[in-house]
Structures are given as structure tokens and as C-alpha cells.
């Protein structure tokens, strides 16, 4: 069954060699399986599934899913007296009892795996490419929802790589190309993810990495392409440079689109210095601001006011701006919980006025400073927000405007920008 392309797991080779054996033999018990989830944690079942199938699911409905396939595999057994492997349980279970795949295909998994190989690699490089990067990022998203673990975004383009092409030849230019993937995976750690987004632009997802360090990975990638010399043929072509645009997940973006927003905007600042690396930054605020779809719910708490409603406007992991029926001053000290009844999602902040605007009929909208100490809060907010976010700008939208961005290195190249 091939009804989704594949993609790579964060699984240990001898546990998916593991799942990959399962899928032959019946001896797998539905407690084996709770097993593995209890040590492996419930993503297991996404993956069994995954690798039974090629069906994505999430942890929830792929356990509800294998189980009952390992429920019918022993139906299937006793009402044939033979054992049945689970891979025949699972095709017999999607086609028979829950029909999610209408005409599926038997393939030999070595070349299922070169065929998935090939759909996520880029044919040049052999890194990921933009695909795989689209399946990758919202995993990293999903990774931080659940365990709280923050991750950078590297967005990096060859500086005058047309010029290069022009004056070398498209050869030279497929060298480079292949030189610079090198370099990016030598660099980057096993865990990171090295793409070749389109064209001479690339990309890295860092895992668990801080603003800090990933400025310092950035660094580091920037000076070793800049000290590398192409050599075509025993020609030496000279060096190239690269510049680095930074974004960080979650200050920096809640979305992927969001992400790679910030991460293109820093890209297109780092552009008009050259063999340079940027930090995303709002200009007028230090965290940037998320505006909402739909006002979100709050409370709000004062020693003088007691408590009243208010709604969120939009949000940043500094503060809000909100509407509200009662105006406080700036300065005033308040305690305020920013909730989600439907999922029973509550984040008790305290927070300082720092902005009051009448906007008339007795409503006001004020502008409220707070800060979130821990990991535990922020994976709260981005829970809180999910669903309430206003549409993103699409990549085919001119970028009409670009905040300032934070300089974390540029080595000089008298360049003009694009």
C-alpha cells in the first residue's frame, strides 16, 4: 500500500528494524505494543503504521488502528488455522473492514525505499529537498507542542551565484551547488536537517537549538563557505559566499508559514550586505506579534478594579494589546489569565499596562507587558493560540515591508543588493 510518499523518523535503526520485521511474523501482542508505546512513547503507533501502510496518522487514531489490525490478525488466523502476518492483516483490515485504501499496491520494499529516497532527496545535492522540508518543519512544530523543545531556522542563499553561472558555466555552477551541500552536512550536526529549498537557496531545521547557538552554527557555516575555493577540473574558480538569514521557533513564528517568514525576511535584509548572517527582529517590539482571527478570551485582576473581561487582540511572548469596558493607566501591576474554555486551557500571567487608547463607546484598548519564565507557559500559549491566528502572507505577496533585523555577523563585500 503506497498512498503516501515517505519521510524520515527519529526512530533508533534497530527499532525500525524492528517494526519493519513485525510486519512479516505474528507474534506481536497488542501488550507488546503498549510496551513499545510506554518506552518509545505513542508516536510509536504513527510509525508502525506508517511503515504497515504509508498512511501519516496521528499517535491517537494510529493506536486505535493498529490495535484492531492486531485484533483481526488473530481473527484471521483462527478462521484460516494458520498464522496470518500483520502486513496481510493490515491490507486485509484497510480494504475490508475500514476501507481507507481502495487499490493499493504490492511492492518490494527495497524499491519502495528508493523510491522514497528519490521523492524526498534532491537529485543533485542528494540533501532533502523543499518536499521533504514541508514534512519536516511541522514535525519540529508538533516536537515543541509536545515536549517543549524550541528549534532554529536557517534560510541560506549563494551570494551572485547568476554572475558565477554566467562567467563558469552552468557546470561550474552544479559544482558549486554540490560543494556547498557538502560543506552544510559536514557542518551540521547528525540531527540536523540540511535541504536544498530551490535554485541555489537552502535550508537548515536545528533541533533544540537556542537563538544563541544557532547564530553560532550560522557563523560557522558562513566562514566555511567562504574559505572554500571550487575547483572544476583542476580549476580553481575562487570562493563563493553565502548569506544566512535566522528565525527561531516559537518567538519568531507559530506556523510554518509564519517560521519561514521571519527566517525569508532576515534572508532578505542579510541580502543587501553579502556573506552575511541575520537574526529576525521586529524593530518596534522584541518579540514579535501575532495577530488573532478571533479575539481570545481573558481575565483580567487589580487590587483596585477587581476582575473583569477582556479580549486579546493579538499576542506576542512579551505581552498582548486587548479590548476592554475599564481603562487602567500605565504602570498599573495586574494579574491576567489568558484561557481556552473548550479545551480546558488556562495561562495565569502577571502583567504590567504599559499602553491605554480610548477607541469610544466606553471601550479601550491597552497594551499589556508580561513575561513567560518557563517552557511550561510557552508551550501553554502556543496551545492557547492554535486555531486563533489570522492567515498568514503568502510567499507570492511582494515584500512590500521588512522589519529591522539584528546583525549577528557580516564580513564586508562592497556588494550591492539584489
Known amino acids: 500500500m503506497v498512498p503516501f510518499s515517505g519521510s524520515r523518523r527519529e526512530f533508533s535503526t534497530q527499532l525500525k528494524a524492528l517494526l519493519q520485521r513485525t510486519a512479516i511474523i505474528s507474534t506481536m501482542t497488542a501488550t507488546h505494543w503498549r510496551t513499545l508505546a510506554d518506552e518509545f512513547g505513542p508516536e510509536i503507533y504513527s510509525e508502525a503504521i506508517y511503515r504497515l501502510a504509508r498512511l501519516e496518522m496521528e499517535p491517537a487514531q494510529a493506536r486505535d488502528c493498529l490495535l484492531a489490525i492486531v485484533a483481526h490478525q488473530g481473527v484471521l488466523s483462527r478462521a484460516l488455522r494458520r498464522n496470518v502476518s500483520l502486513l496481510t492483516a493490515t491490507c486485509d483490515y484497510f ?18 525505499q528508493q523510491k522514497e529516497q528519490h521523492a524526498e532527496r534532491d537529485e543533485l545535492t542528494g540533501l532533502l529537498n523543499r518536499r521533504a522540508f514541508n514534512q519536516e518543519l511541522p514535525r519540529e512544530i508538533e516536537r515543541f507542542r509536545r515536549f517543549g523543545h524550541g528549534f532554529a531556522l536557517l534560510m541560506l542563499d549563494l551570494d551572485h551565484f547568476k554572475e558565477f553561472n554566467d562567467e563558469h558555466g552552468h557546470p561550474a555552477g552544479d559544482k558549486a ?55 572544476l577540473c583542476g580549476r580553481d574558480l575562487g570562493s563563493i559566499t553565502v548569506s544566512i538569514g535566522l528565525a527561531c521557533y516559537p518567538n519568531d513564528g507559530l506556523d510554518m508559514a509564519g517560521l519561514v517568514e521571519s527566517a525569508d525576511k532576515a534572508l532578505y535584509t542579510a541580502k543587501e550586505h553579502r556573506n552575511c548572517v541575520r537574526q529576525y527582529l521586529d524593530s518596534k517590539r522584541n518579540h514579535r506579534r501575532f495577530t488573532l482571527s478571533s479575539p481570545l478570551g481573558l481575565m483580567l485582576q487589580t487590587s483596585k478594579l477587581g476582575s473583569f473581561t477582556a479580549s486579546a487582540l493579538d499576542v506576542s511572548f512579551g505581552g498582548l494589546r486587548c479590548s476592554a469596558t475599564a481603562a487602567l493607566p500605565p504602570a498599573t501591576v495586574l494579574h491576567l489569565v489568558l484561557s481556552d474554555a473548550t479545551r480546558s486551557i488556562n ?30 507557559d510557552q508551550m501553554k500559549l502556543v496551545a492557547l493560540l492554535d486555531g486563533h491566528l489570522a492567515p498568514q502572507r503568502s510567499d507570492d505577496e511582494p515584500r512590500s515591508s521588512r522589519p529591522d533585523i539584528r546583525t549577528s555577523s557580516c564580513a564586508s563585500t562592497g556588494a550591492k543588493p539584489h
Open 347 to 376: 495561562l495565569p500571567l502577571r502583567a504590567e499596562v504599559r499602553r491605554l487608547d480610548a477607541t469610544g463607546n466606553d471601550t479601550y484598548q491597552m497594551g499589556l507587558a508580561f513575561q513567560l519564565d518557563n517552557v511550561e
Open 95 to 112: 480494504m475490508q473492514v475500514d476501507p481507507m485504501v481502495r487499490e493499493p499496491v504490492l511492492l518490494e520494499v527495497r524499491l519502495l
Open 177 to 231: 551547488l554540490l560543494d556547498i551541500g557538502s560543506i552544510l552536512t559536514d557542518t551540521a550536526r547528525l540531527y540536523d536537517r540540511v535541504v536544498r529549498y530551490g535554485g541555489e537557496e537552502f535550508a537548515i531545521i536545528l533541533p533544540q537549538t537556542s537563538g544563541v547557538e544557532s547564530l553560532a552554527v550560522a557563523e560557522r557555516i558562513r566562514t566555511a563557505i567562504a574559505q572554500h575555493s571550487i575547483d
